[in-house]
């Protein structure tokens, strides 16, 4: 019912804010409504204007991010043609994906923090947890390249790639205080210093985030952060970055009283730390080289004891354990050339080592311990003034899926000043995770005598999964409209998927093969210097030929909204005064626990801001409502997410 009065605002508040920019918008050209084209880092290894890329590219920079009133990425991401989210920690940490989701994880898509892999190995290669690692002040601006990005990264861009790009040391010299408050049990506080000179520059940031979670689950989830940068420069071509830093999630999971005893609830602990460096060297005009090494450290520490309504026999108050300790190391090394005014390129090498130590995963073998070695290549070559064709590849041998390519070849055509057509076509691929090719899980008695029969026993038979992925593209910067406008129609390929087989013990299989078809745009119009209307949409078919037996099938057809779009419209007034409504809806979609109904989902935020000014420092005081609609199903048939309101108070100098 709500909607006719939402579009009558949308009119109201649209005649308001015109009226109101009408006399400055007038003497403004269009240049003053369209910035610069982006330039784009996460899609090739080259630094590319956004019309150049080969690829469809979301762009969602700071001042969207603070404006929609999202606390943290995953609430931010739902405004991605083609994304379905949750805020549910039940398994995981809030979790994004894209073109669907059939099971608890999200492991189709790879999180790169500052360029660094964020995914856990021990969690099916699901990046919840890493998508957590930055505050939502320390971050520029979030990249996704929305389509299989293999040819550059590997195994788990199978789909797409989610780059969070954090803040540059030189705009966060001075302290900043931000503290949130609200329903729900809403409590967050952050800090930040920066300081240095232009040589070196330095900051420091630490915060943490509370709230009850979803309606329907357990206890309280926390997460505290901390994350140390230090950027600076060696000598004029010599340019290094180097970042450290911690996480801690406490969340509630599991459910009270139950009567098997096999989901207790309980708090799990999952904690990460790493320290990464950049460095960059310039050793001539057109030619630089770019080393990194990084270490990350993951902890699971989710346990309890066996205790069902029925007393549990030989096996009462056996340890349930589904811990496990990851250290993931790499190091990458890339040289960019510039071969001519038309022609240039970058080629690479990684590689990566993952320890996965889990005795309740692997049984009596305790650990498994992977190897990736990548090496990648794409060339942008501009054969004529509007022609771009970009070509690459990348080959990948690894102990859990041997050896792998994965080519792209993308077309990029300048019809005209501002209007880009693309179209291309690439393949990527995923093998399969430890525990999917080595999970062994069974239970002891308390004296460790005793074991039950195999709850999970994997045979390791498979082969990756792989995907061929052609689209169409549009990239529209109509000046005039002030207006831009982003458009891809795909039709992705998706053969050996990995999925659970029915029974017990769990075995895993390539059972899933599919056809994911549709399109998607998203549009962006500036009618006022102060006023910005972001809208995207995606219409999505799968097709699923063969999979795991007819549960796996529906989640696999249904894991993403057959139609979902989302809005968001921002408007600055006089005074400092900053109004953002926002919408989103989803409909026709499964999800992971309920394998008969099909749901829907609509979600309405309003944001209200005020600037101003303490002594010398600049404030920012908000007020945001969360779903002021009615609570909608998140992640589980048991989950609700609820309407909610917060204020939040900003201070920096």
Do not use: C
Not at 66 to 86: I, N, S
Not at 137 to 159: H, K, M, P, Q
């Amino acid at each position: 019912m709500y909607k006719k009065y939402l579009v009558g605002l949308l009119l109201v508040y649209g005649s308001l804010a015109g009226a109101q920019a009408q006399g400055s918008a007038s003497a403004l050209s269009e240049q003053d409504f369209l910035n610069e084209m982006p330039i784009v880092l996460s899609v090739s290894h080259l630094a590319q204007r956004l019309d150049e890329i080969p690829g469809a590219v979301t762009i969602l920079d700071r001042d969207f991010i603070r404006k929609t009133g999202a606390r943290d990425v995953t609430d931010v991401l739902r405004f991605v043609p083609g994304f379905q989210t949750t805020q549910s920690f039940e398994e995981e940490a809030p979790l994004a994906t894209y073109h669907g989701r059939s099971d608890a994880w999200a492991n189709r898509i790879q999180v790169l923090v500052d360029g660094r892999s964020v995914y856990s190995g021990h969690l099916f290669g699901s990046a919840g947890l890493g998508l957590q690692t930055l505050a939502i002040d320390d971050i520029e601006r979030i990249e996704v390249l929305r389509g299989t990005n293999s040819a550059a990264y590997g195994a788990r861009a199978f789909l797409g790639v989610v780059n969070i790009v954090s803040r540059d040391t030189r705009t966060t010299a001075g302290a900043a205080y931000s503290i949130a408050k609200g329903e729900n049990g809403i409590d967050d506080i952050g800090l930040r210093v920066g300081w240095g000179e232009s040589a070196s520059m330095y900051r420091i940031s630490a915060d943490s985030r509370e709230d009850n979670g979803l309606r329907g689950a357990f206890g309280k989830n926390r997460i505290g952060r901390f994350n140390f940068v230090t950027d600076g420069s060696l000598d004029p071509g010599l340019v290094y970055s180097f970042k450290m830093g911690g996480l801690e999630v406490a969340a509630g999971r599991g459910t009270v009283d139950d009567p098997g005893g096999g989901n207790l609830a309980r708090f799990r602990f999952m904690d990460t730390a790493f320290v990464q460096l950049d460095v960059t060297k310039s050793v001539g005009e057109g030619e630089d080289y770019a080393f990194g090494i990084s270490r990350t450290l993951i902890n699971n520490n989710d346990h309890f004891p066996y205790q069902p309504a029925g007393g549990g026999g030989a096996f009462k108050n056996a340890l349930i354990d589904f811990g496990a300790q990851e250290t993931n190391d790499v190091v990458s090394l890339r040289r960019t050339l510039q071969h001519s005014a038309t022609l240039r390129s970058v080629m690479g090498t990684e590689l990566r080592r993952e320890l996965i130590v889990s005795r309740s995963s692997f049984d009596t073998l305790g650990s498994v311990t992977s190897d990736f070695v990548r090496l990648f290549g794409n060339a942008e070559w501009r054969f004529a003034p509007s022609w771009l064709l970009n070509a690459g590849a990348l080959a990948e041998r690894s102990s859990l899926g041997g050896f792998n390519m994965a080519p792209r070849l993308m077309l990029n055509w300048q019809a005209m000043e501002g209007h880009t057509l693309r179209a291309g076509t690439s393949s990527g691929f995923r093998p399969p995770s430890a525990y999917e090719k080595f999970g062994a899980r069974r239970y002891y008695d308390v004296t460790g005598a005793l074991a039950t029969t195999y709850y999970t026993l994997a045979s390791g038979d498979l082969v990756p999964e792989r995907i061929v992925a052609r689209e169409l593209g549009y990239l529209g910067e109509l000046k005039s409209m002030r207006t831009s406008l982003d458009i891809r129609l795909f039709d992705e390929q998706i053969s050996d998927g990995i999925q659970s087989s029915t029974g017990t013990p769990t075995d895993y299989g390539n059972f899933e093969r599919s056809t994911i078809t549709g399109g998607e745009y998203q549009l962006t119009w500036r009618p006022s210097p102060g006023t910005e209307l972001f809208v995207s949409q995606t219409i999505t078919t799968i097709d699923v030929q063969s999979s795991a037996g007819a549960d796996a099938r529906v989640r696999a057809i249904h894991g993403s909204p057959l139609s979902s779009s989302s809005m968001a419209l921002l408007h600055q007034f006089s005074g400092g005064i900053h109004v953002a409504l926002t919408y989103q809806n989803a409909d026709v979609y499964a999800l992971t626990s309920d394998n008969g109904g099909l749901y829907f989902r609509q979600r309405v935020d309003v944001r209200l801001a005020r600037q101003f000014r303490v002594g010398r420092s600049k404030a920012e005081l908000a007020w945001t409502l969360q779903n002021i609609d009615s609570p909608y199903l998140d992640s589980d048939k048991k989950f609700y997410f609820e309407p909610r309101s917060f204020v939040t108070l900003r201070i920096e100098n």
